[in-house]
Structure formats: structure tokens, C-alpha cells
């Protein structure tokens, strides 16, 4: 089963309408909440007139940040603790759930108004009166650490002031440099846009003391954790958090937000269920957001083309509060591979993440991997051009080529082989006729353009000595377990989450593989803390990997006993047992028990009649096992992607002509969805390449609030991905798989951007819109003009 390109188990029920998302479940005697959200950037709150709102129709309470502090309900953290140059720890102001003082991005949580119906909560909302003392606010990431400090006790709005690599030694590298070559990059802001806006239900049952919490999360384990541990909700023994159907998650709902806190918190203080759903707008002001990286880079080059140092200084946007994850990735998600994957013996990465007046910044679809891979990208396309050298032997020459490779800053590489992928990318997007194509274009009046991006990602986040040692605040293993029923058929409880990875499907095919159990007869349960075991969630490309591998050495559990099951019924030894093909055989001989045989006798433990228990004496009944994974290393997916775009020089107009990309991850489990997961990550890499930018003026205002502005790409915006595979399987898991969800978000954007800059021969960022590449070409040719 494993390799076979099975059909999705999952799609059905979605096909016909009968996923259950958290805003379709309608719970007896629930209650409709609104929240208030401050209208300004920053401002301080002076106080806040709910009378009029609480003795509206319908109302049953308004609450407050005053009433959450009484409650003595914790504030949201920041997971990741990560250390300045100086050896300071970083600086994190207070996120109340509520604001109780200030307010510090439009968008921010003021006060929640519960009432019987929705649209009651919606009037009642009309009623709180907020009075506000407006602030300047912040709201540019370069100006950030010359404005007015936005949090008490924190200058320059600086939240840490991080390093990574020998500065001495990559100084060395430069001052005996044949060529320096310098760029400036920007990595504009995006809004993760998920099919599904979050959703979440708060239930407290008064007698036996428990609060379950449905809610749109790709993490229900890690959200009841933070919740219990530090926001102080309810006791984790006796709190239950359900996630079930999420329509896309893409790292924005990995950890708990101020509505899921306070949702909870409000139903447990009323006493009666309580449900909020998030309006398309409100996820664009309050959904965490994605990039916003300025930096400054250089490589120094030796005259044969070879890249011997690289330096690097990034302003990175946390926005007003540091959410979960937001510390991690601009940092060790991001600084270790900003060397791509070249060998670079010398490297300095600078990090300065800074708060603003915006939404607050966290994991966005590849989470650090994308900045890295766009800044490298860029700039070793403009050393190569500097240099006059063709682009892909640039590149070729400075690959990594033998494995395990220990880079110059933080990883080790296990395994790869990056000519090989990038060969077959260059076959098959005949880049050999590029010139012929590009004077076919030129013929109509187009300018025709070609781009390369060869990336690598850190995958399976999960070492726990690793992580944890670069201050994550928990390990990051993953559980398993595995559930026979009498009858044959399994259970399979993992502590990873799907939310369109299909999981329900890739994991049954290990199990199917493993086991011999057809996989219509494998169900895979996830999403609910009451059920399986403690699991750290989907993301970071991790679940297969991790998850996976942790399902893969349960299974192994499962057959180490059924053979000594097989052993007493078959009359053998156990270490004569071979297990193959869901059969227990006696090799050489024609005894055999088939797996769901073994099940069945598991459940056997005694004697009736002249029937004794196939059990082995003194081993318990039953076939369940359970299995943690935590791997020594991460995985390491890398590969080629080539775009050609053409661009309509009257217009501006891009369209993306060919894209052609060929990676490898590793073994592959289902190669259709796989192929499913690298369509989607091109859409959303293309999309920030092209379209997408979330816009703040200088008030604070998200002027990208809606659809109207906020430009999202459509189906008739791509053309067919040529989409092909080399294999070298990870050494750092059972499976060989190194992850791919991540891999078209992370590769695409510098393939597009180096095409189009390639076309119209002149810089410009990302988004290329129309009028940019149009203003673009204009200034090029006035320049022109002027230098003749």
C-alpha cells in the first residue's frame, strides 16, 4: 500500500456536504457571542459603559478584561524563549485575552457581549461604550525601532536582538572577496485566508466540573496545555478540547487565540454553552498573519563563481503581542537555512524582531523556510548575473554534494542529492529552448522571463534535545496508538491533527502495509483530547514524519506480540515466527494464522470447555499498543522549481506561462496527495509572488481588510504544474519521508520573482502586481532615456 496512489477516504463525506465543522455544531441552551474590537492602532482605554448593552434584548452578559483579570485568567505566551546577542532574554509585554489598559492593533479583543440569538449580540454590541485616548501608533516594520516604544519598559519596540554564526569569520570571507554582492529584500505581510474562519464553542457542565472547548485547531493537545498551564483556565484532567473537521489551517490555528480563552472562560462563568464564529473581516484583522520580514544581504564571491560567505540583517514584525510561535520563526526556523542548500563555509545572520501597531505576526505555511528560501534565492540570481555567469551552473557549483553534511551554522544534513533534482527540472522545462521561447514572446510584444529556485527545508519539527535546547518550552515527539478490535478491524488514535493533509488516508495505508489490514478496515481518530493519547499536533511539515513513524512502531508492537500469540497456537518459537503479508507463518511449513486470527484470539483469555486461551501464560488479553516518536534530527525535503512568466510591458500584466518543479521528499506514501499538497502550496506561494499583500497605512488601519482588497489568486491564474519526484530517503525516521506540505510555498515565490525580474531586467518586490511591474519598466526605460 505504501508508494500507491489511493483514493482520499476522507473526501467523500466533504463531497457530499457532510463534514462537521465547530460553526455546524448547535449545542441544547446555547448562547451567541460577539466581541468588541478596538476600532484604532493604539490607543489607551479609559474606560469601557456597558449598562445600555446589558439590559438589551436578549442579553446575558457582557464581560470585560476587568471581570477576566477577577477571574484571575492568565494572558497569552510566547512558546519559544529566545536569547539575545547580549545573553538577555527576550522581551514579551502582557496579552491579556481582553485589553484591560490598551489596545495595540485594530482588531484587538475589548469586550465579549453574550445573548440568546446572534443578531441580539450583534445590537447589544452597538451599545458598549468605549471610551478611547488615541496613541501615535507604529505600524512600519523598518521605522519600528525609531518610534516611541509601544510597550512599557521596552525600548525600541525591540522584542530580542538575535545572532546566528561567526561574524569573524564570514568578516574574513568578505574582506578577501573577489566581488561583494549586496541586495536589499523585503518579504511582504500575508493573511493565512483558511477556507474555514475559526470557530469555537465553549461547554461547562456543572456537575462533574468539566469544559469542553470545540474550536478550529490544528493543536488540540498543545492548546489545552497552554490553557490549563498558563491562562489558568480549568484543570487539563478535566478539560476537553475538540477540533473536529477544520477547513485549512496552514499554521494559523496551531495555537490557541484570545476567543478560544475567553469563549471558554465566558461558558464556564455563565454556566450554558457559548459559540462564536469569526466573520470573514474579523479573520483579516485578528487571524495572526504571515512574513513581514525587511533585510539587508550579502555574499562574498570568488572570480571562479564559488560563494564563500553570506551576511544577513533582518527587521522582522512580530506585530503588537509575541503569539506562540512568533518568536521561533523568524529565529531557528529561519536563520539555520538561510544558507539554501549551497555550501557556504561562512555565514552571519542578524535578527531584530520588533512590535508594532499590527496583528500580531506567527507560523504561516513554512514558517520561516519561505524568508530564507526567498533571500537566498534572489541574491545568488543576482550574483550569478553580476558575476556573468548562466544562473544554473551558479548554482550547481556551489551545491552541497556529499551527505551527512554538517552546515557552517546549525544543521546537519542527512541525506540528499540536489544535481540530480535540479538536472531533471532543467530537462523538463527544456531550458535549453528557453532563448527560442523568449524570441516567440518577444515577436507578440512580450517579454518573456525565467526564474530558479532551488530550496531546502527543515522538516519533522519535533527533537525534543534539539528544540528544547534552543528554548521551546516542551519537546515535540508525537504518540500513537493502535487499537484491534475483535472482529479484525483497527482503531488508530494519533495526536497529529488533519485539517486537509489527508492524514485518514496516508495513515491507514502504513497501517494497511504494516499489518496486512485492508484499509477500508482502518479507522484513523484524531482531534479530540479525550481520545488517544498526548500528540504535538500538524505542522512544520511533521506529521507523517513524526506522527507516521510513531504509528509505524506501534504497528511493530502489535506483530512482536502477535507472534508470540502465533508462537503458542502454531506450536513454535516466536523467534520462529516471520510475519508477512498480515500472515504468522512457520517457515517451511504450511502453518499459518492470519492476523485478524490473532486479533480474535487476544481476546480469549480463559477456558471454556475443552477450548483453551491461545494466549501465552501471563500475558494480558487484548491487542492495543501505544508508541511515542521523538527522531534524533530533522528531516531535510529540498528541490528545483523553474517558472516562466510573461509579462505584457503595456500593462504590467504577469502571467505565469510554465512552472515546472521537481523535489524530493523522500519516500512517498501517496503520491496523488502528495501531488494534491504541492498544488496548494504553489497557489499560496504565487499568491504572496503576485497578488497578495496585507496593507497597513501609517494610522495602524488595515487598508487589505476585505476580498475587495486583498487580492487572492483564482484557478485561471496558474497553468499546469509539471510536478516530478527524486528520491533520497531520510535516515532520520523508520519511513524514509522528509515532508511536503510546505515545500510550493516555499519554493515558488523566488522562482517567480527571479522570472519576472528576469523579464523586464529591473528590480521590484513582492507583490508584482500590474502597476508595480509597469512603473517598473517605465522608470527602467526613462533611466534609459536620461543615460543616453
Known amino acids: 500500500m505504501i508508494g500507491s496512489k489511493v483514493e482520499r477516504k476522507e473526501d467523500k463525506k466533504f463531497l457530499t456536504g457532510k463534514g462537521r465543522y465547530t460553526a455546524d455544531i448547535t449545542l441544547h441552551n446555547q448562547s451567541y457571542a460577539v466581541f468588541i474590537r478596538s476600532p484604532h492602532a493604539r490607543a489607551k482605554i479609559k474606560g469601557i459603559d456597558t449598562a445600555k448593552a446589558k439590559k438589551a434584548s436578549g ?59 446572534l443578531q441580539e449580540a450583534k445590537d447589544a454590541a452597538d451599545l458598549v461604550n468605549v471610551d478611547y485616548k488615541v496613541l501615535k501608533a507604529v505600524a512600519n516594520t523598518g521605522d519600528a525601532m525609531n518610534a516611541e516604544a509601544i510597550h512599557e519598559g521596552i525600548d525600541k519596540n525591540l522584542c530580542f536582538d538575535w545572532e546566528l554564526g561567526d561574524k569573524a569569520k564570514v568578516d574574513e570571507a568578505f574582506s578577501s572577496a573577489d566581488k ?18 475559526r470557530a469555537s464553542i465553549g461547554d461547562y457542565n456543572s456537575s462533574s466540573d468539566e469544559l469542553t472547548l470545540y474550536t478550529t485547531s490544528q493543536n488540540p493537545h498543545l492548546s489545552r496545555l497552554v490553557m490549563s498551564a498558563f491562562n489558568a483556565l480549568h484543570p487539563e484532567h478535566k478539560f476537553r478540547i475538540v477540533a473536529p473537521d477544520v477547513g485549512g489551517g496552514f499554521g494559523s490555528k496551531i495555537y490557541p487565540y484570545s476567543e478560544d480563552v475567553v469563549i471558554a472562560w465566558a461558558a464556564k462563568r455563565i454556566q450554558r454553552p457559548v459559540k462564536w464564529v469569526c466573520e470573514r473581516t474579523e479573520s483579516f484583522l485578528s ?27 533582518t527587521i522582522a514584525n512580530l506585530g503588537g503581542y509575541a503569539s506562540l510561535f512568533a518568536t521561533v520563526t523568524p529565529t ?82 542527512d541525506s540528499g542529492d540536489y544535481d540530480a533534482h535540479f538536472d531533471k527540472a532543467l530537462n523538463l522545462a527544456d531550458y535549453a529552448g528557453f532563448e527560442k521561447r523568449k524570441a516567440e514572446s518577444a515577436a507578440k510584444g512580450k517579454l518573456r522571463g525565467i526564474g530558479f529556485s532551488t530550496y531546502i527545508e527543515a522538516c519533522g519539527i519535533a527533537p525534543s534535545a534539539a528544540v528544547m535546547s534552543l528554548g521551546a518550552g516542551v519537546g515535540l515527539w508525537e504518540s500513537a496508538e493502535i487499537r484491534f478490535n475483535p472482529t479484525g478491524n483497527i482503531s488508530v488514535f494519533t495526536g497529529t491533527h488533519s485539517h486537509g493533509q489527508g492524514h485518514d488516508t ?25 481520545k488517544g493519547p498526548f500528540g504535538m499536533g500538524t505542522y512544520g511539515s511533521r506529521s507523517l514524519a513524526v506522527g507516521g513513524s510513531a504509528i509505524s512502531k506501534a504497528c511493530d508492537k502489535i506483530v512482536e506480540k502477535g507472534k508470540a500469540v502465533a508462537a503458542n497456537m502454531l506450536e513454535a518459537k516466536p523467534e ?37 486461551s491461545p494466549l501465552p501464560e501471563g500475558m494480558e488479553p487484548g491487542l492495543k499498543e501505544t508508541a511515542f516518536y521523538d527522531p534524533v534530527n530533522f528531516s531535510f525535503p529540498a528541490g528545483s522549481h523553474i517558472c516562466e512568466v510573461e509579462i505584457d510591458p503595456t500593462t504590467g500584466e504577469t502571467k505565469v506561462d510554465t512552472y515546472t518543479c521537481v523535489d524530493d521528499f523522500g519516500n512517498l506514501i501517496n503520491p496523488m496527495i502528495v501531488e494534491g499538497q504541492i498544488h496548494g502550496g504553489l497557489a499560496q506561494g504565487i499568491g504572496q509572488a503576485l497578488y497578495e499583500n496585507a496593507y497597513y497605512d501609517e494610522t495602524g488601519q488595515l487598508v487589505t481588510a476585505s476580498y475587495m482588497d486583498y487580492c487572492m489568486p483564482r484557478a485561471d491564474n496558474f497553468p499546469e504544474f509539471r510536478i516530478d519526484y527524486t528520491c ?19 519554493a515558488s515565490p523566488p522562482a517567480v520573482m527571479n522570472a519576472v525580474v528576469d523579464a523586464i531586467g529591473t528590480e521590484v518586490t513582492m507583490p508584482a502586481t500590474a502597476e508595480k511591474v509597469w512603473r517598473a519598466i517605465k522608470d527602467k526605460k526613462s533611466a534609459q532615456k536620461k543615460a543616453a
Not at 561583494?180 to 474562519?197: F, G, H, Q
Not at 541574491?379 to 554538517?406: C, L, S, T, V, Y
Request: overall charge negative.
Open 287 to 313: 487571524d495572526c498573519h504571515g512574513r513581514d520580514h525587511i533585510t539587508k544581504a550579502a555574499v562574498a564571491v570568488k572570480s571562479d563563481g564559488t560563494v564563500t560567505g553570506l551576511k544577513v540583517d
Open 59 to 117: 442579553v446575558i452578559d457582557v464581560l470585560t478584561g476587568k471581570d477576566l483579570a477577577d477571574d484571575k485568567i492568565g494572558g497569552l505566551i510566547a512558546g519559544w524563549k529566545i536569547v539575545s546577542k547580549d545573553g538577555t532574554d527576550m522581551k514579551c509585554p502582557a496579552h491579556p485575552a481582553l485589553a484591560t489598559d490598551t489596545v495595540n492593533y485594530v482588531g484587538d479583543h475589548v469586550a465579549l457581549v453574550i445573548a440568546e440569538s
Open 332 to 413: 531557528y526556523l529561519y536563520g539555520p537555512l538561510v544558507l539554501g542548500l549551497y555550501n557556504i563555509p561562512a555565514a552571519y545572520c542578524n535578527v531584530k524582531a520588533v512590535y508594532t501597531n499590527t496583528a500580531p505576526v506567527d507560523a504561516y505555511r513554512g514558517a520561516g523556510r519561505p524568508e530564507a528560501t526567498y533571500l537566498i534565492e534572489r541574491i545568488m540570481d543576482k550574483a550569478a548575473k553580476e558575476m556573468g555567469m548562466d544562473r544554473a551552473e551558479f548554482r550547481k557549483k556551489n551545491f552541497i554534494k556529499q551527505f551527512p553534511h554538517q552546515q557552517c551554522l546549525v544543521h546537519n544534513i
Open 576 to 612: 520462529d515466527i516471520e510475519f508477512k503479508d498480515g500472515e504468522f507463518i512457520v517457515p517451511n511449513t504450511n502453518k499459518k494464522k492470519t492476523m485478524g486470527e490473532i486479533a480474535f484470539a487476544c481476546y480469549l483469555p480463559g477456558t471454556y470447555g475443552e477450548i483453551k
Open 180 to 197: 561583494v554582492v549586496e541586495m536589499d529584500i523585503v518579504n511582504n505581510r500575508l493573511v493565512p485566508n483558511a477556507m474555514e474562519p
Open 506 to 530: 496516508t495513515f491507514a495505508q502504513i497501517v494497511s502495509d504494516k499489518l496486512g489490514v485492508a484499509v477500508e478496515n482502518i479507522e484513523i481518530v484524531h482531534g479530540d483530547t479525550d
Open 728 to 746: 533520497t530517503p531520510a535516515t532520520s525516521n523508520p519511513l524514509g519521508v522528509k515532508g511536503c506540505g510546505e515545500a510550493g510555498a516555499i
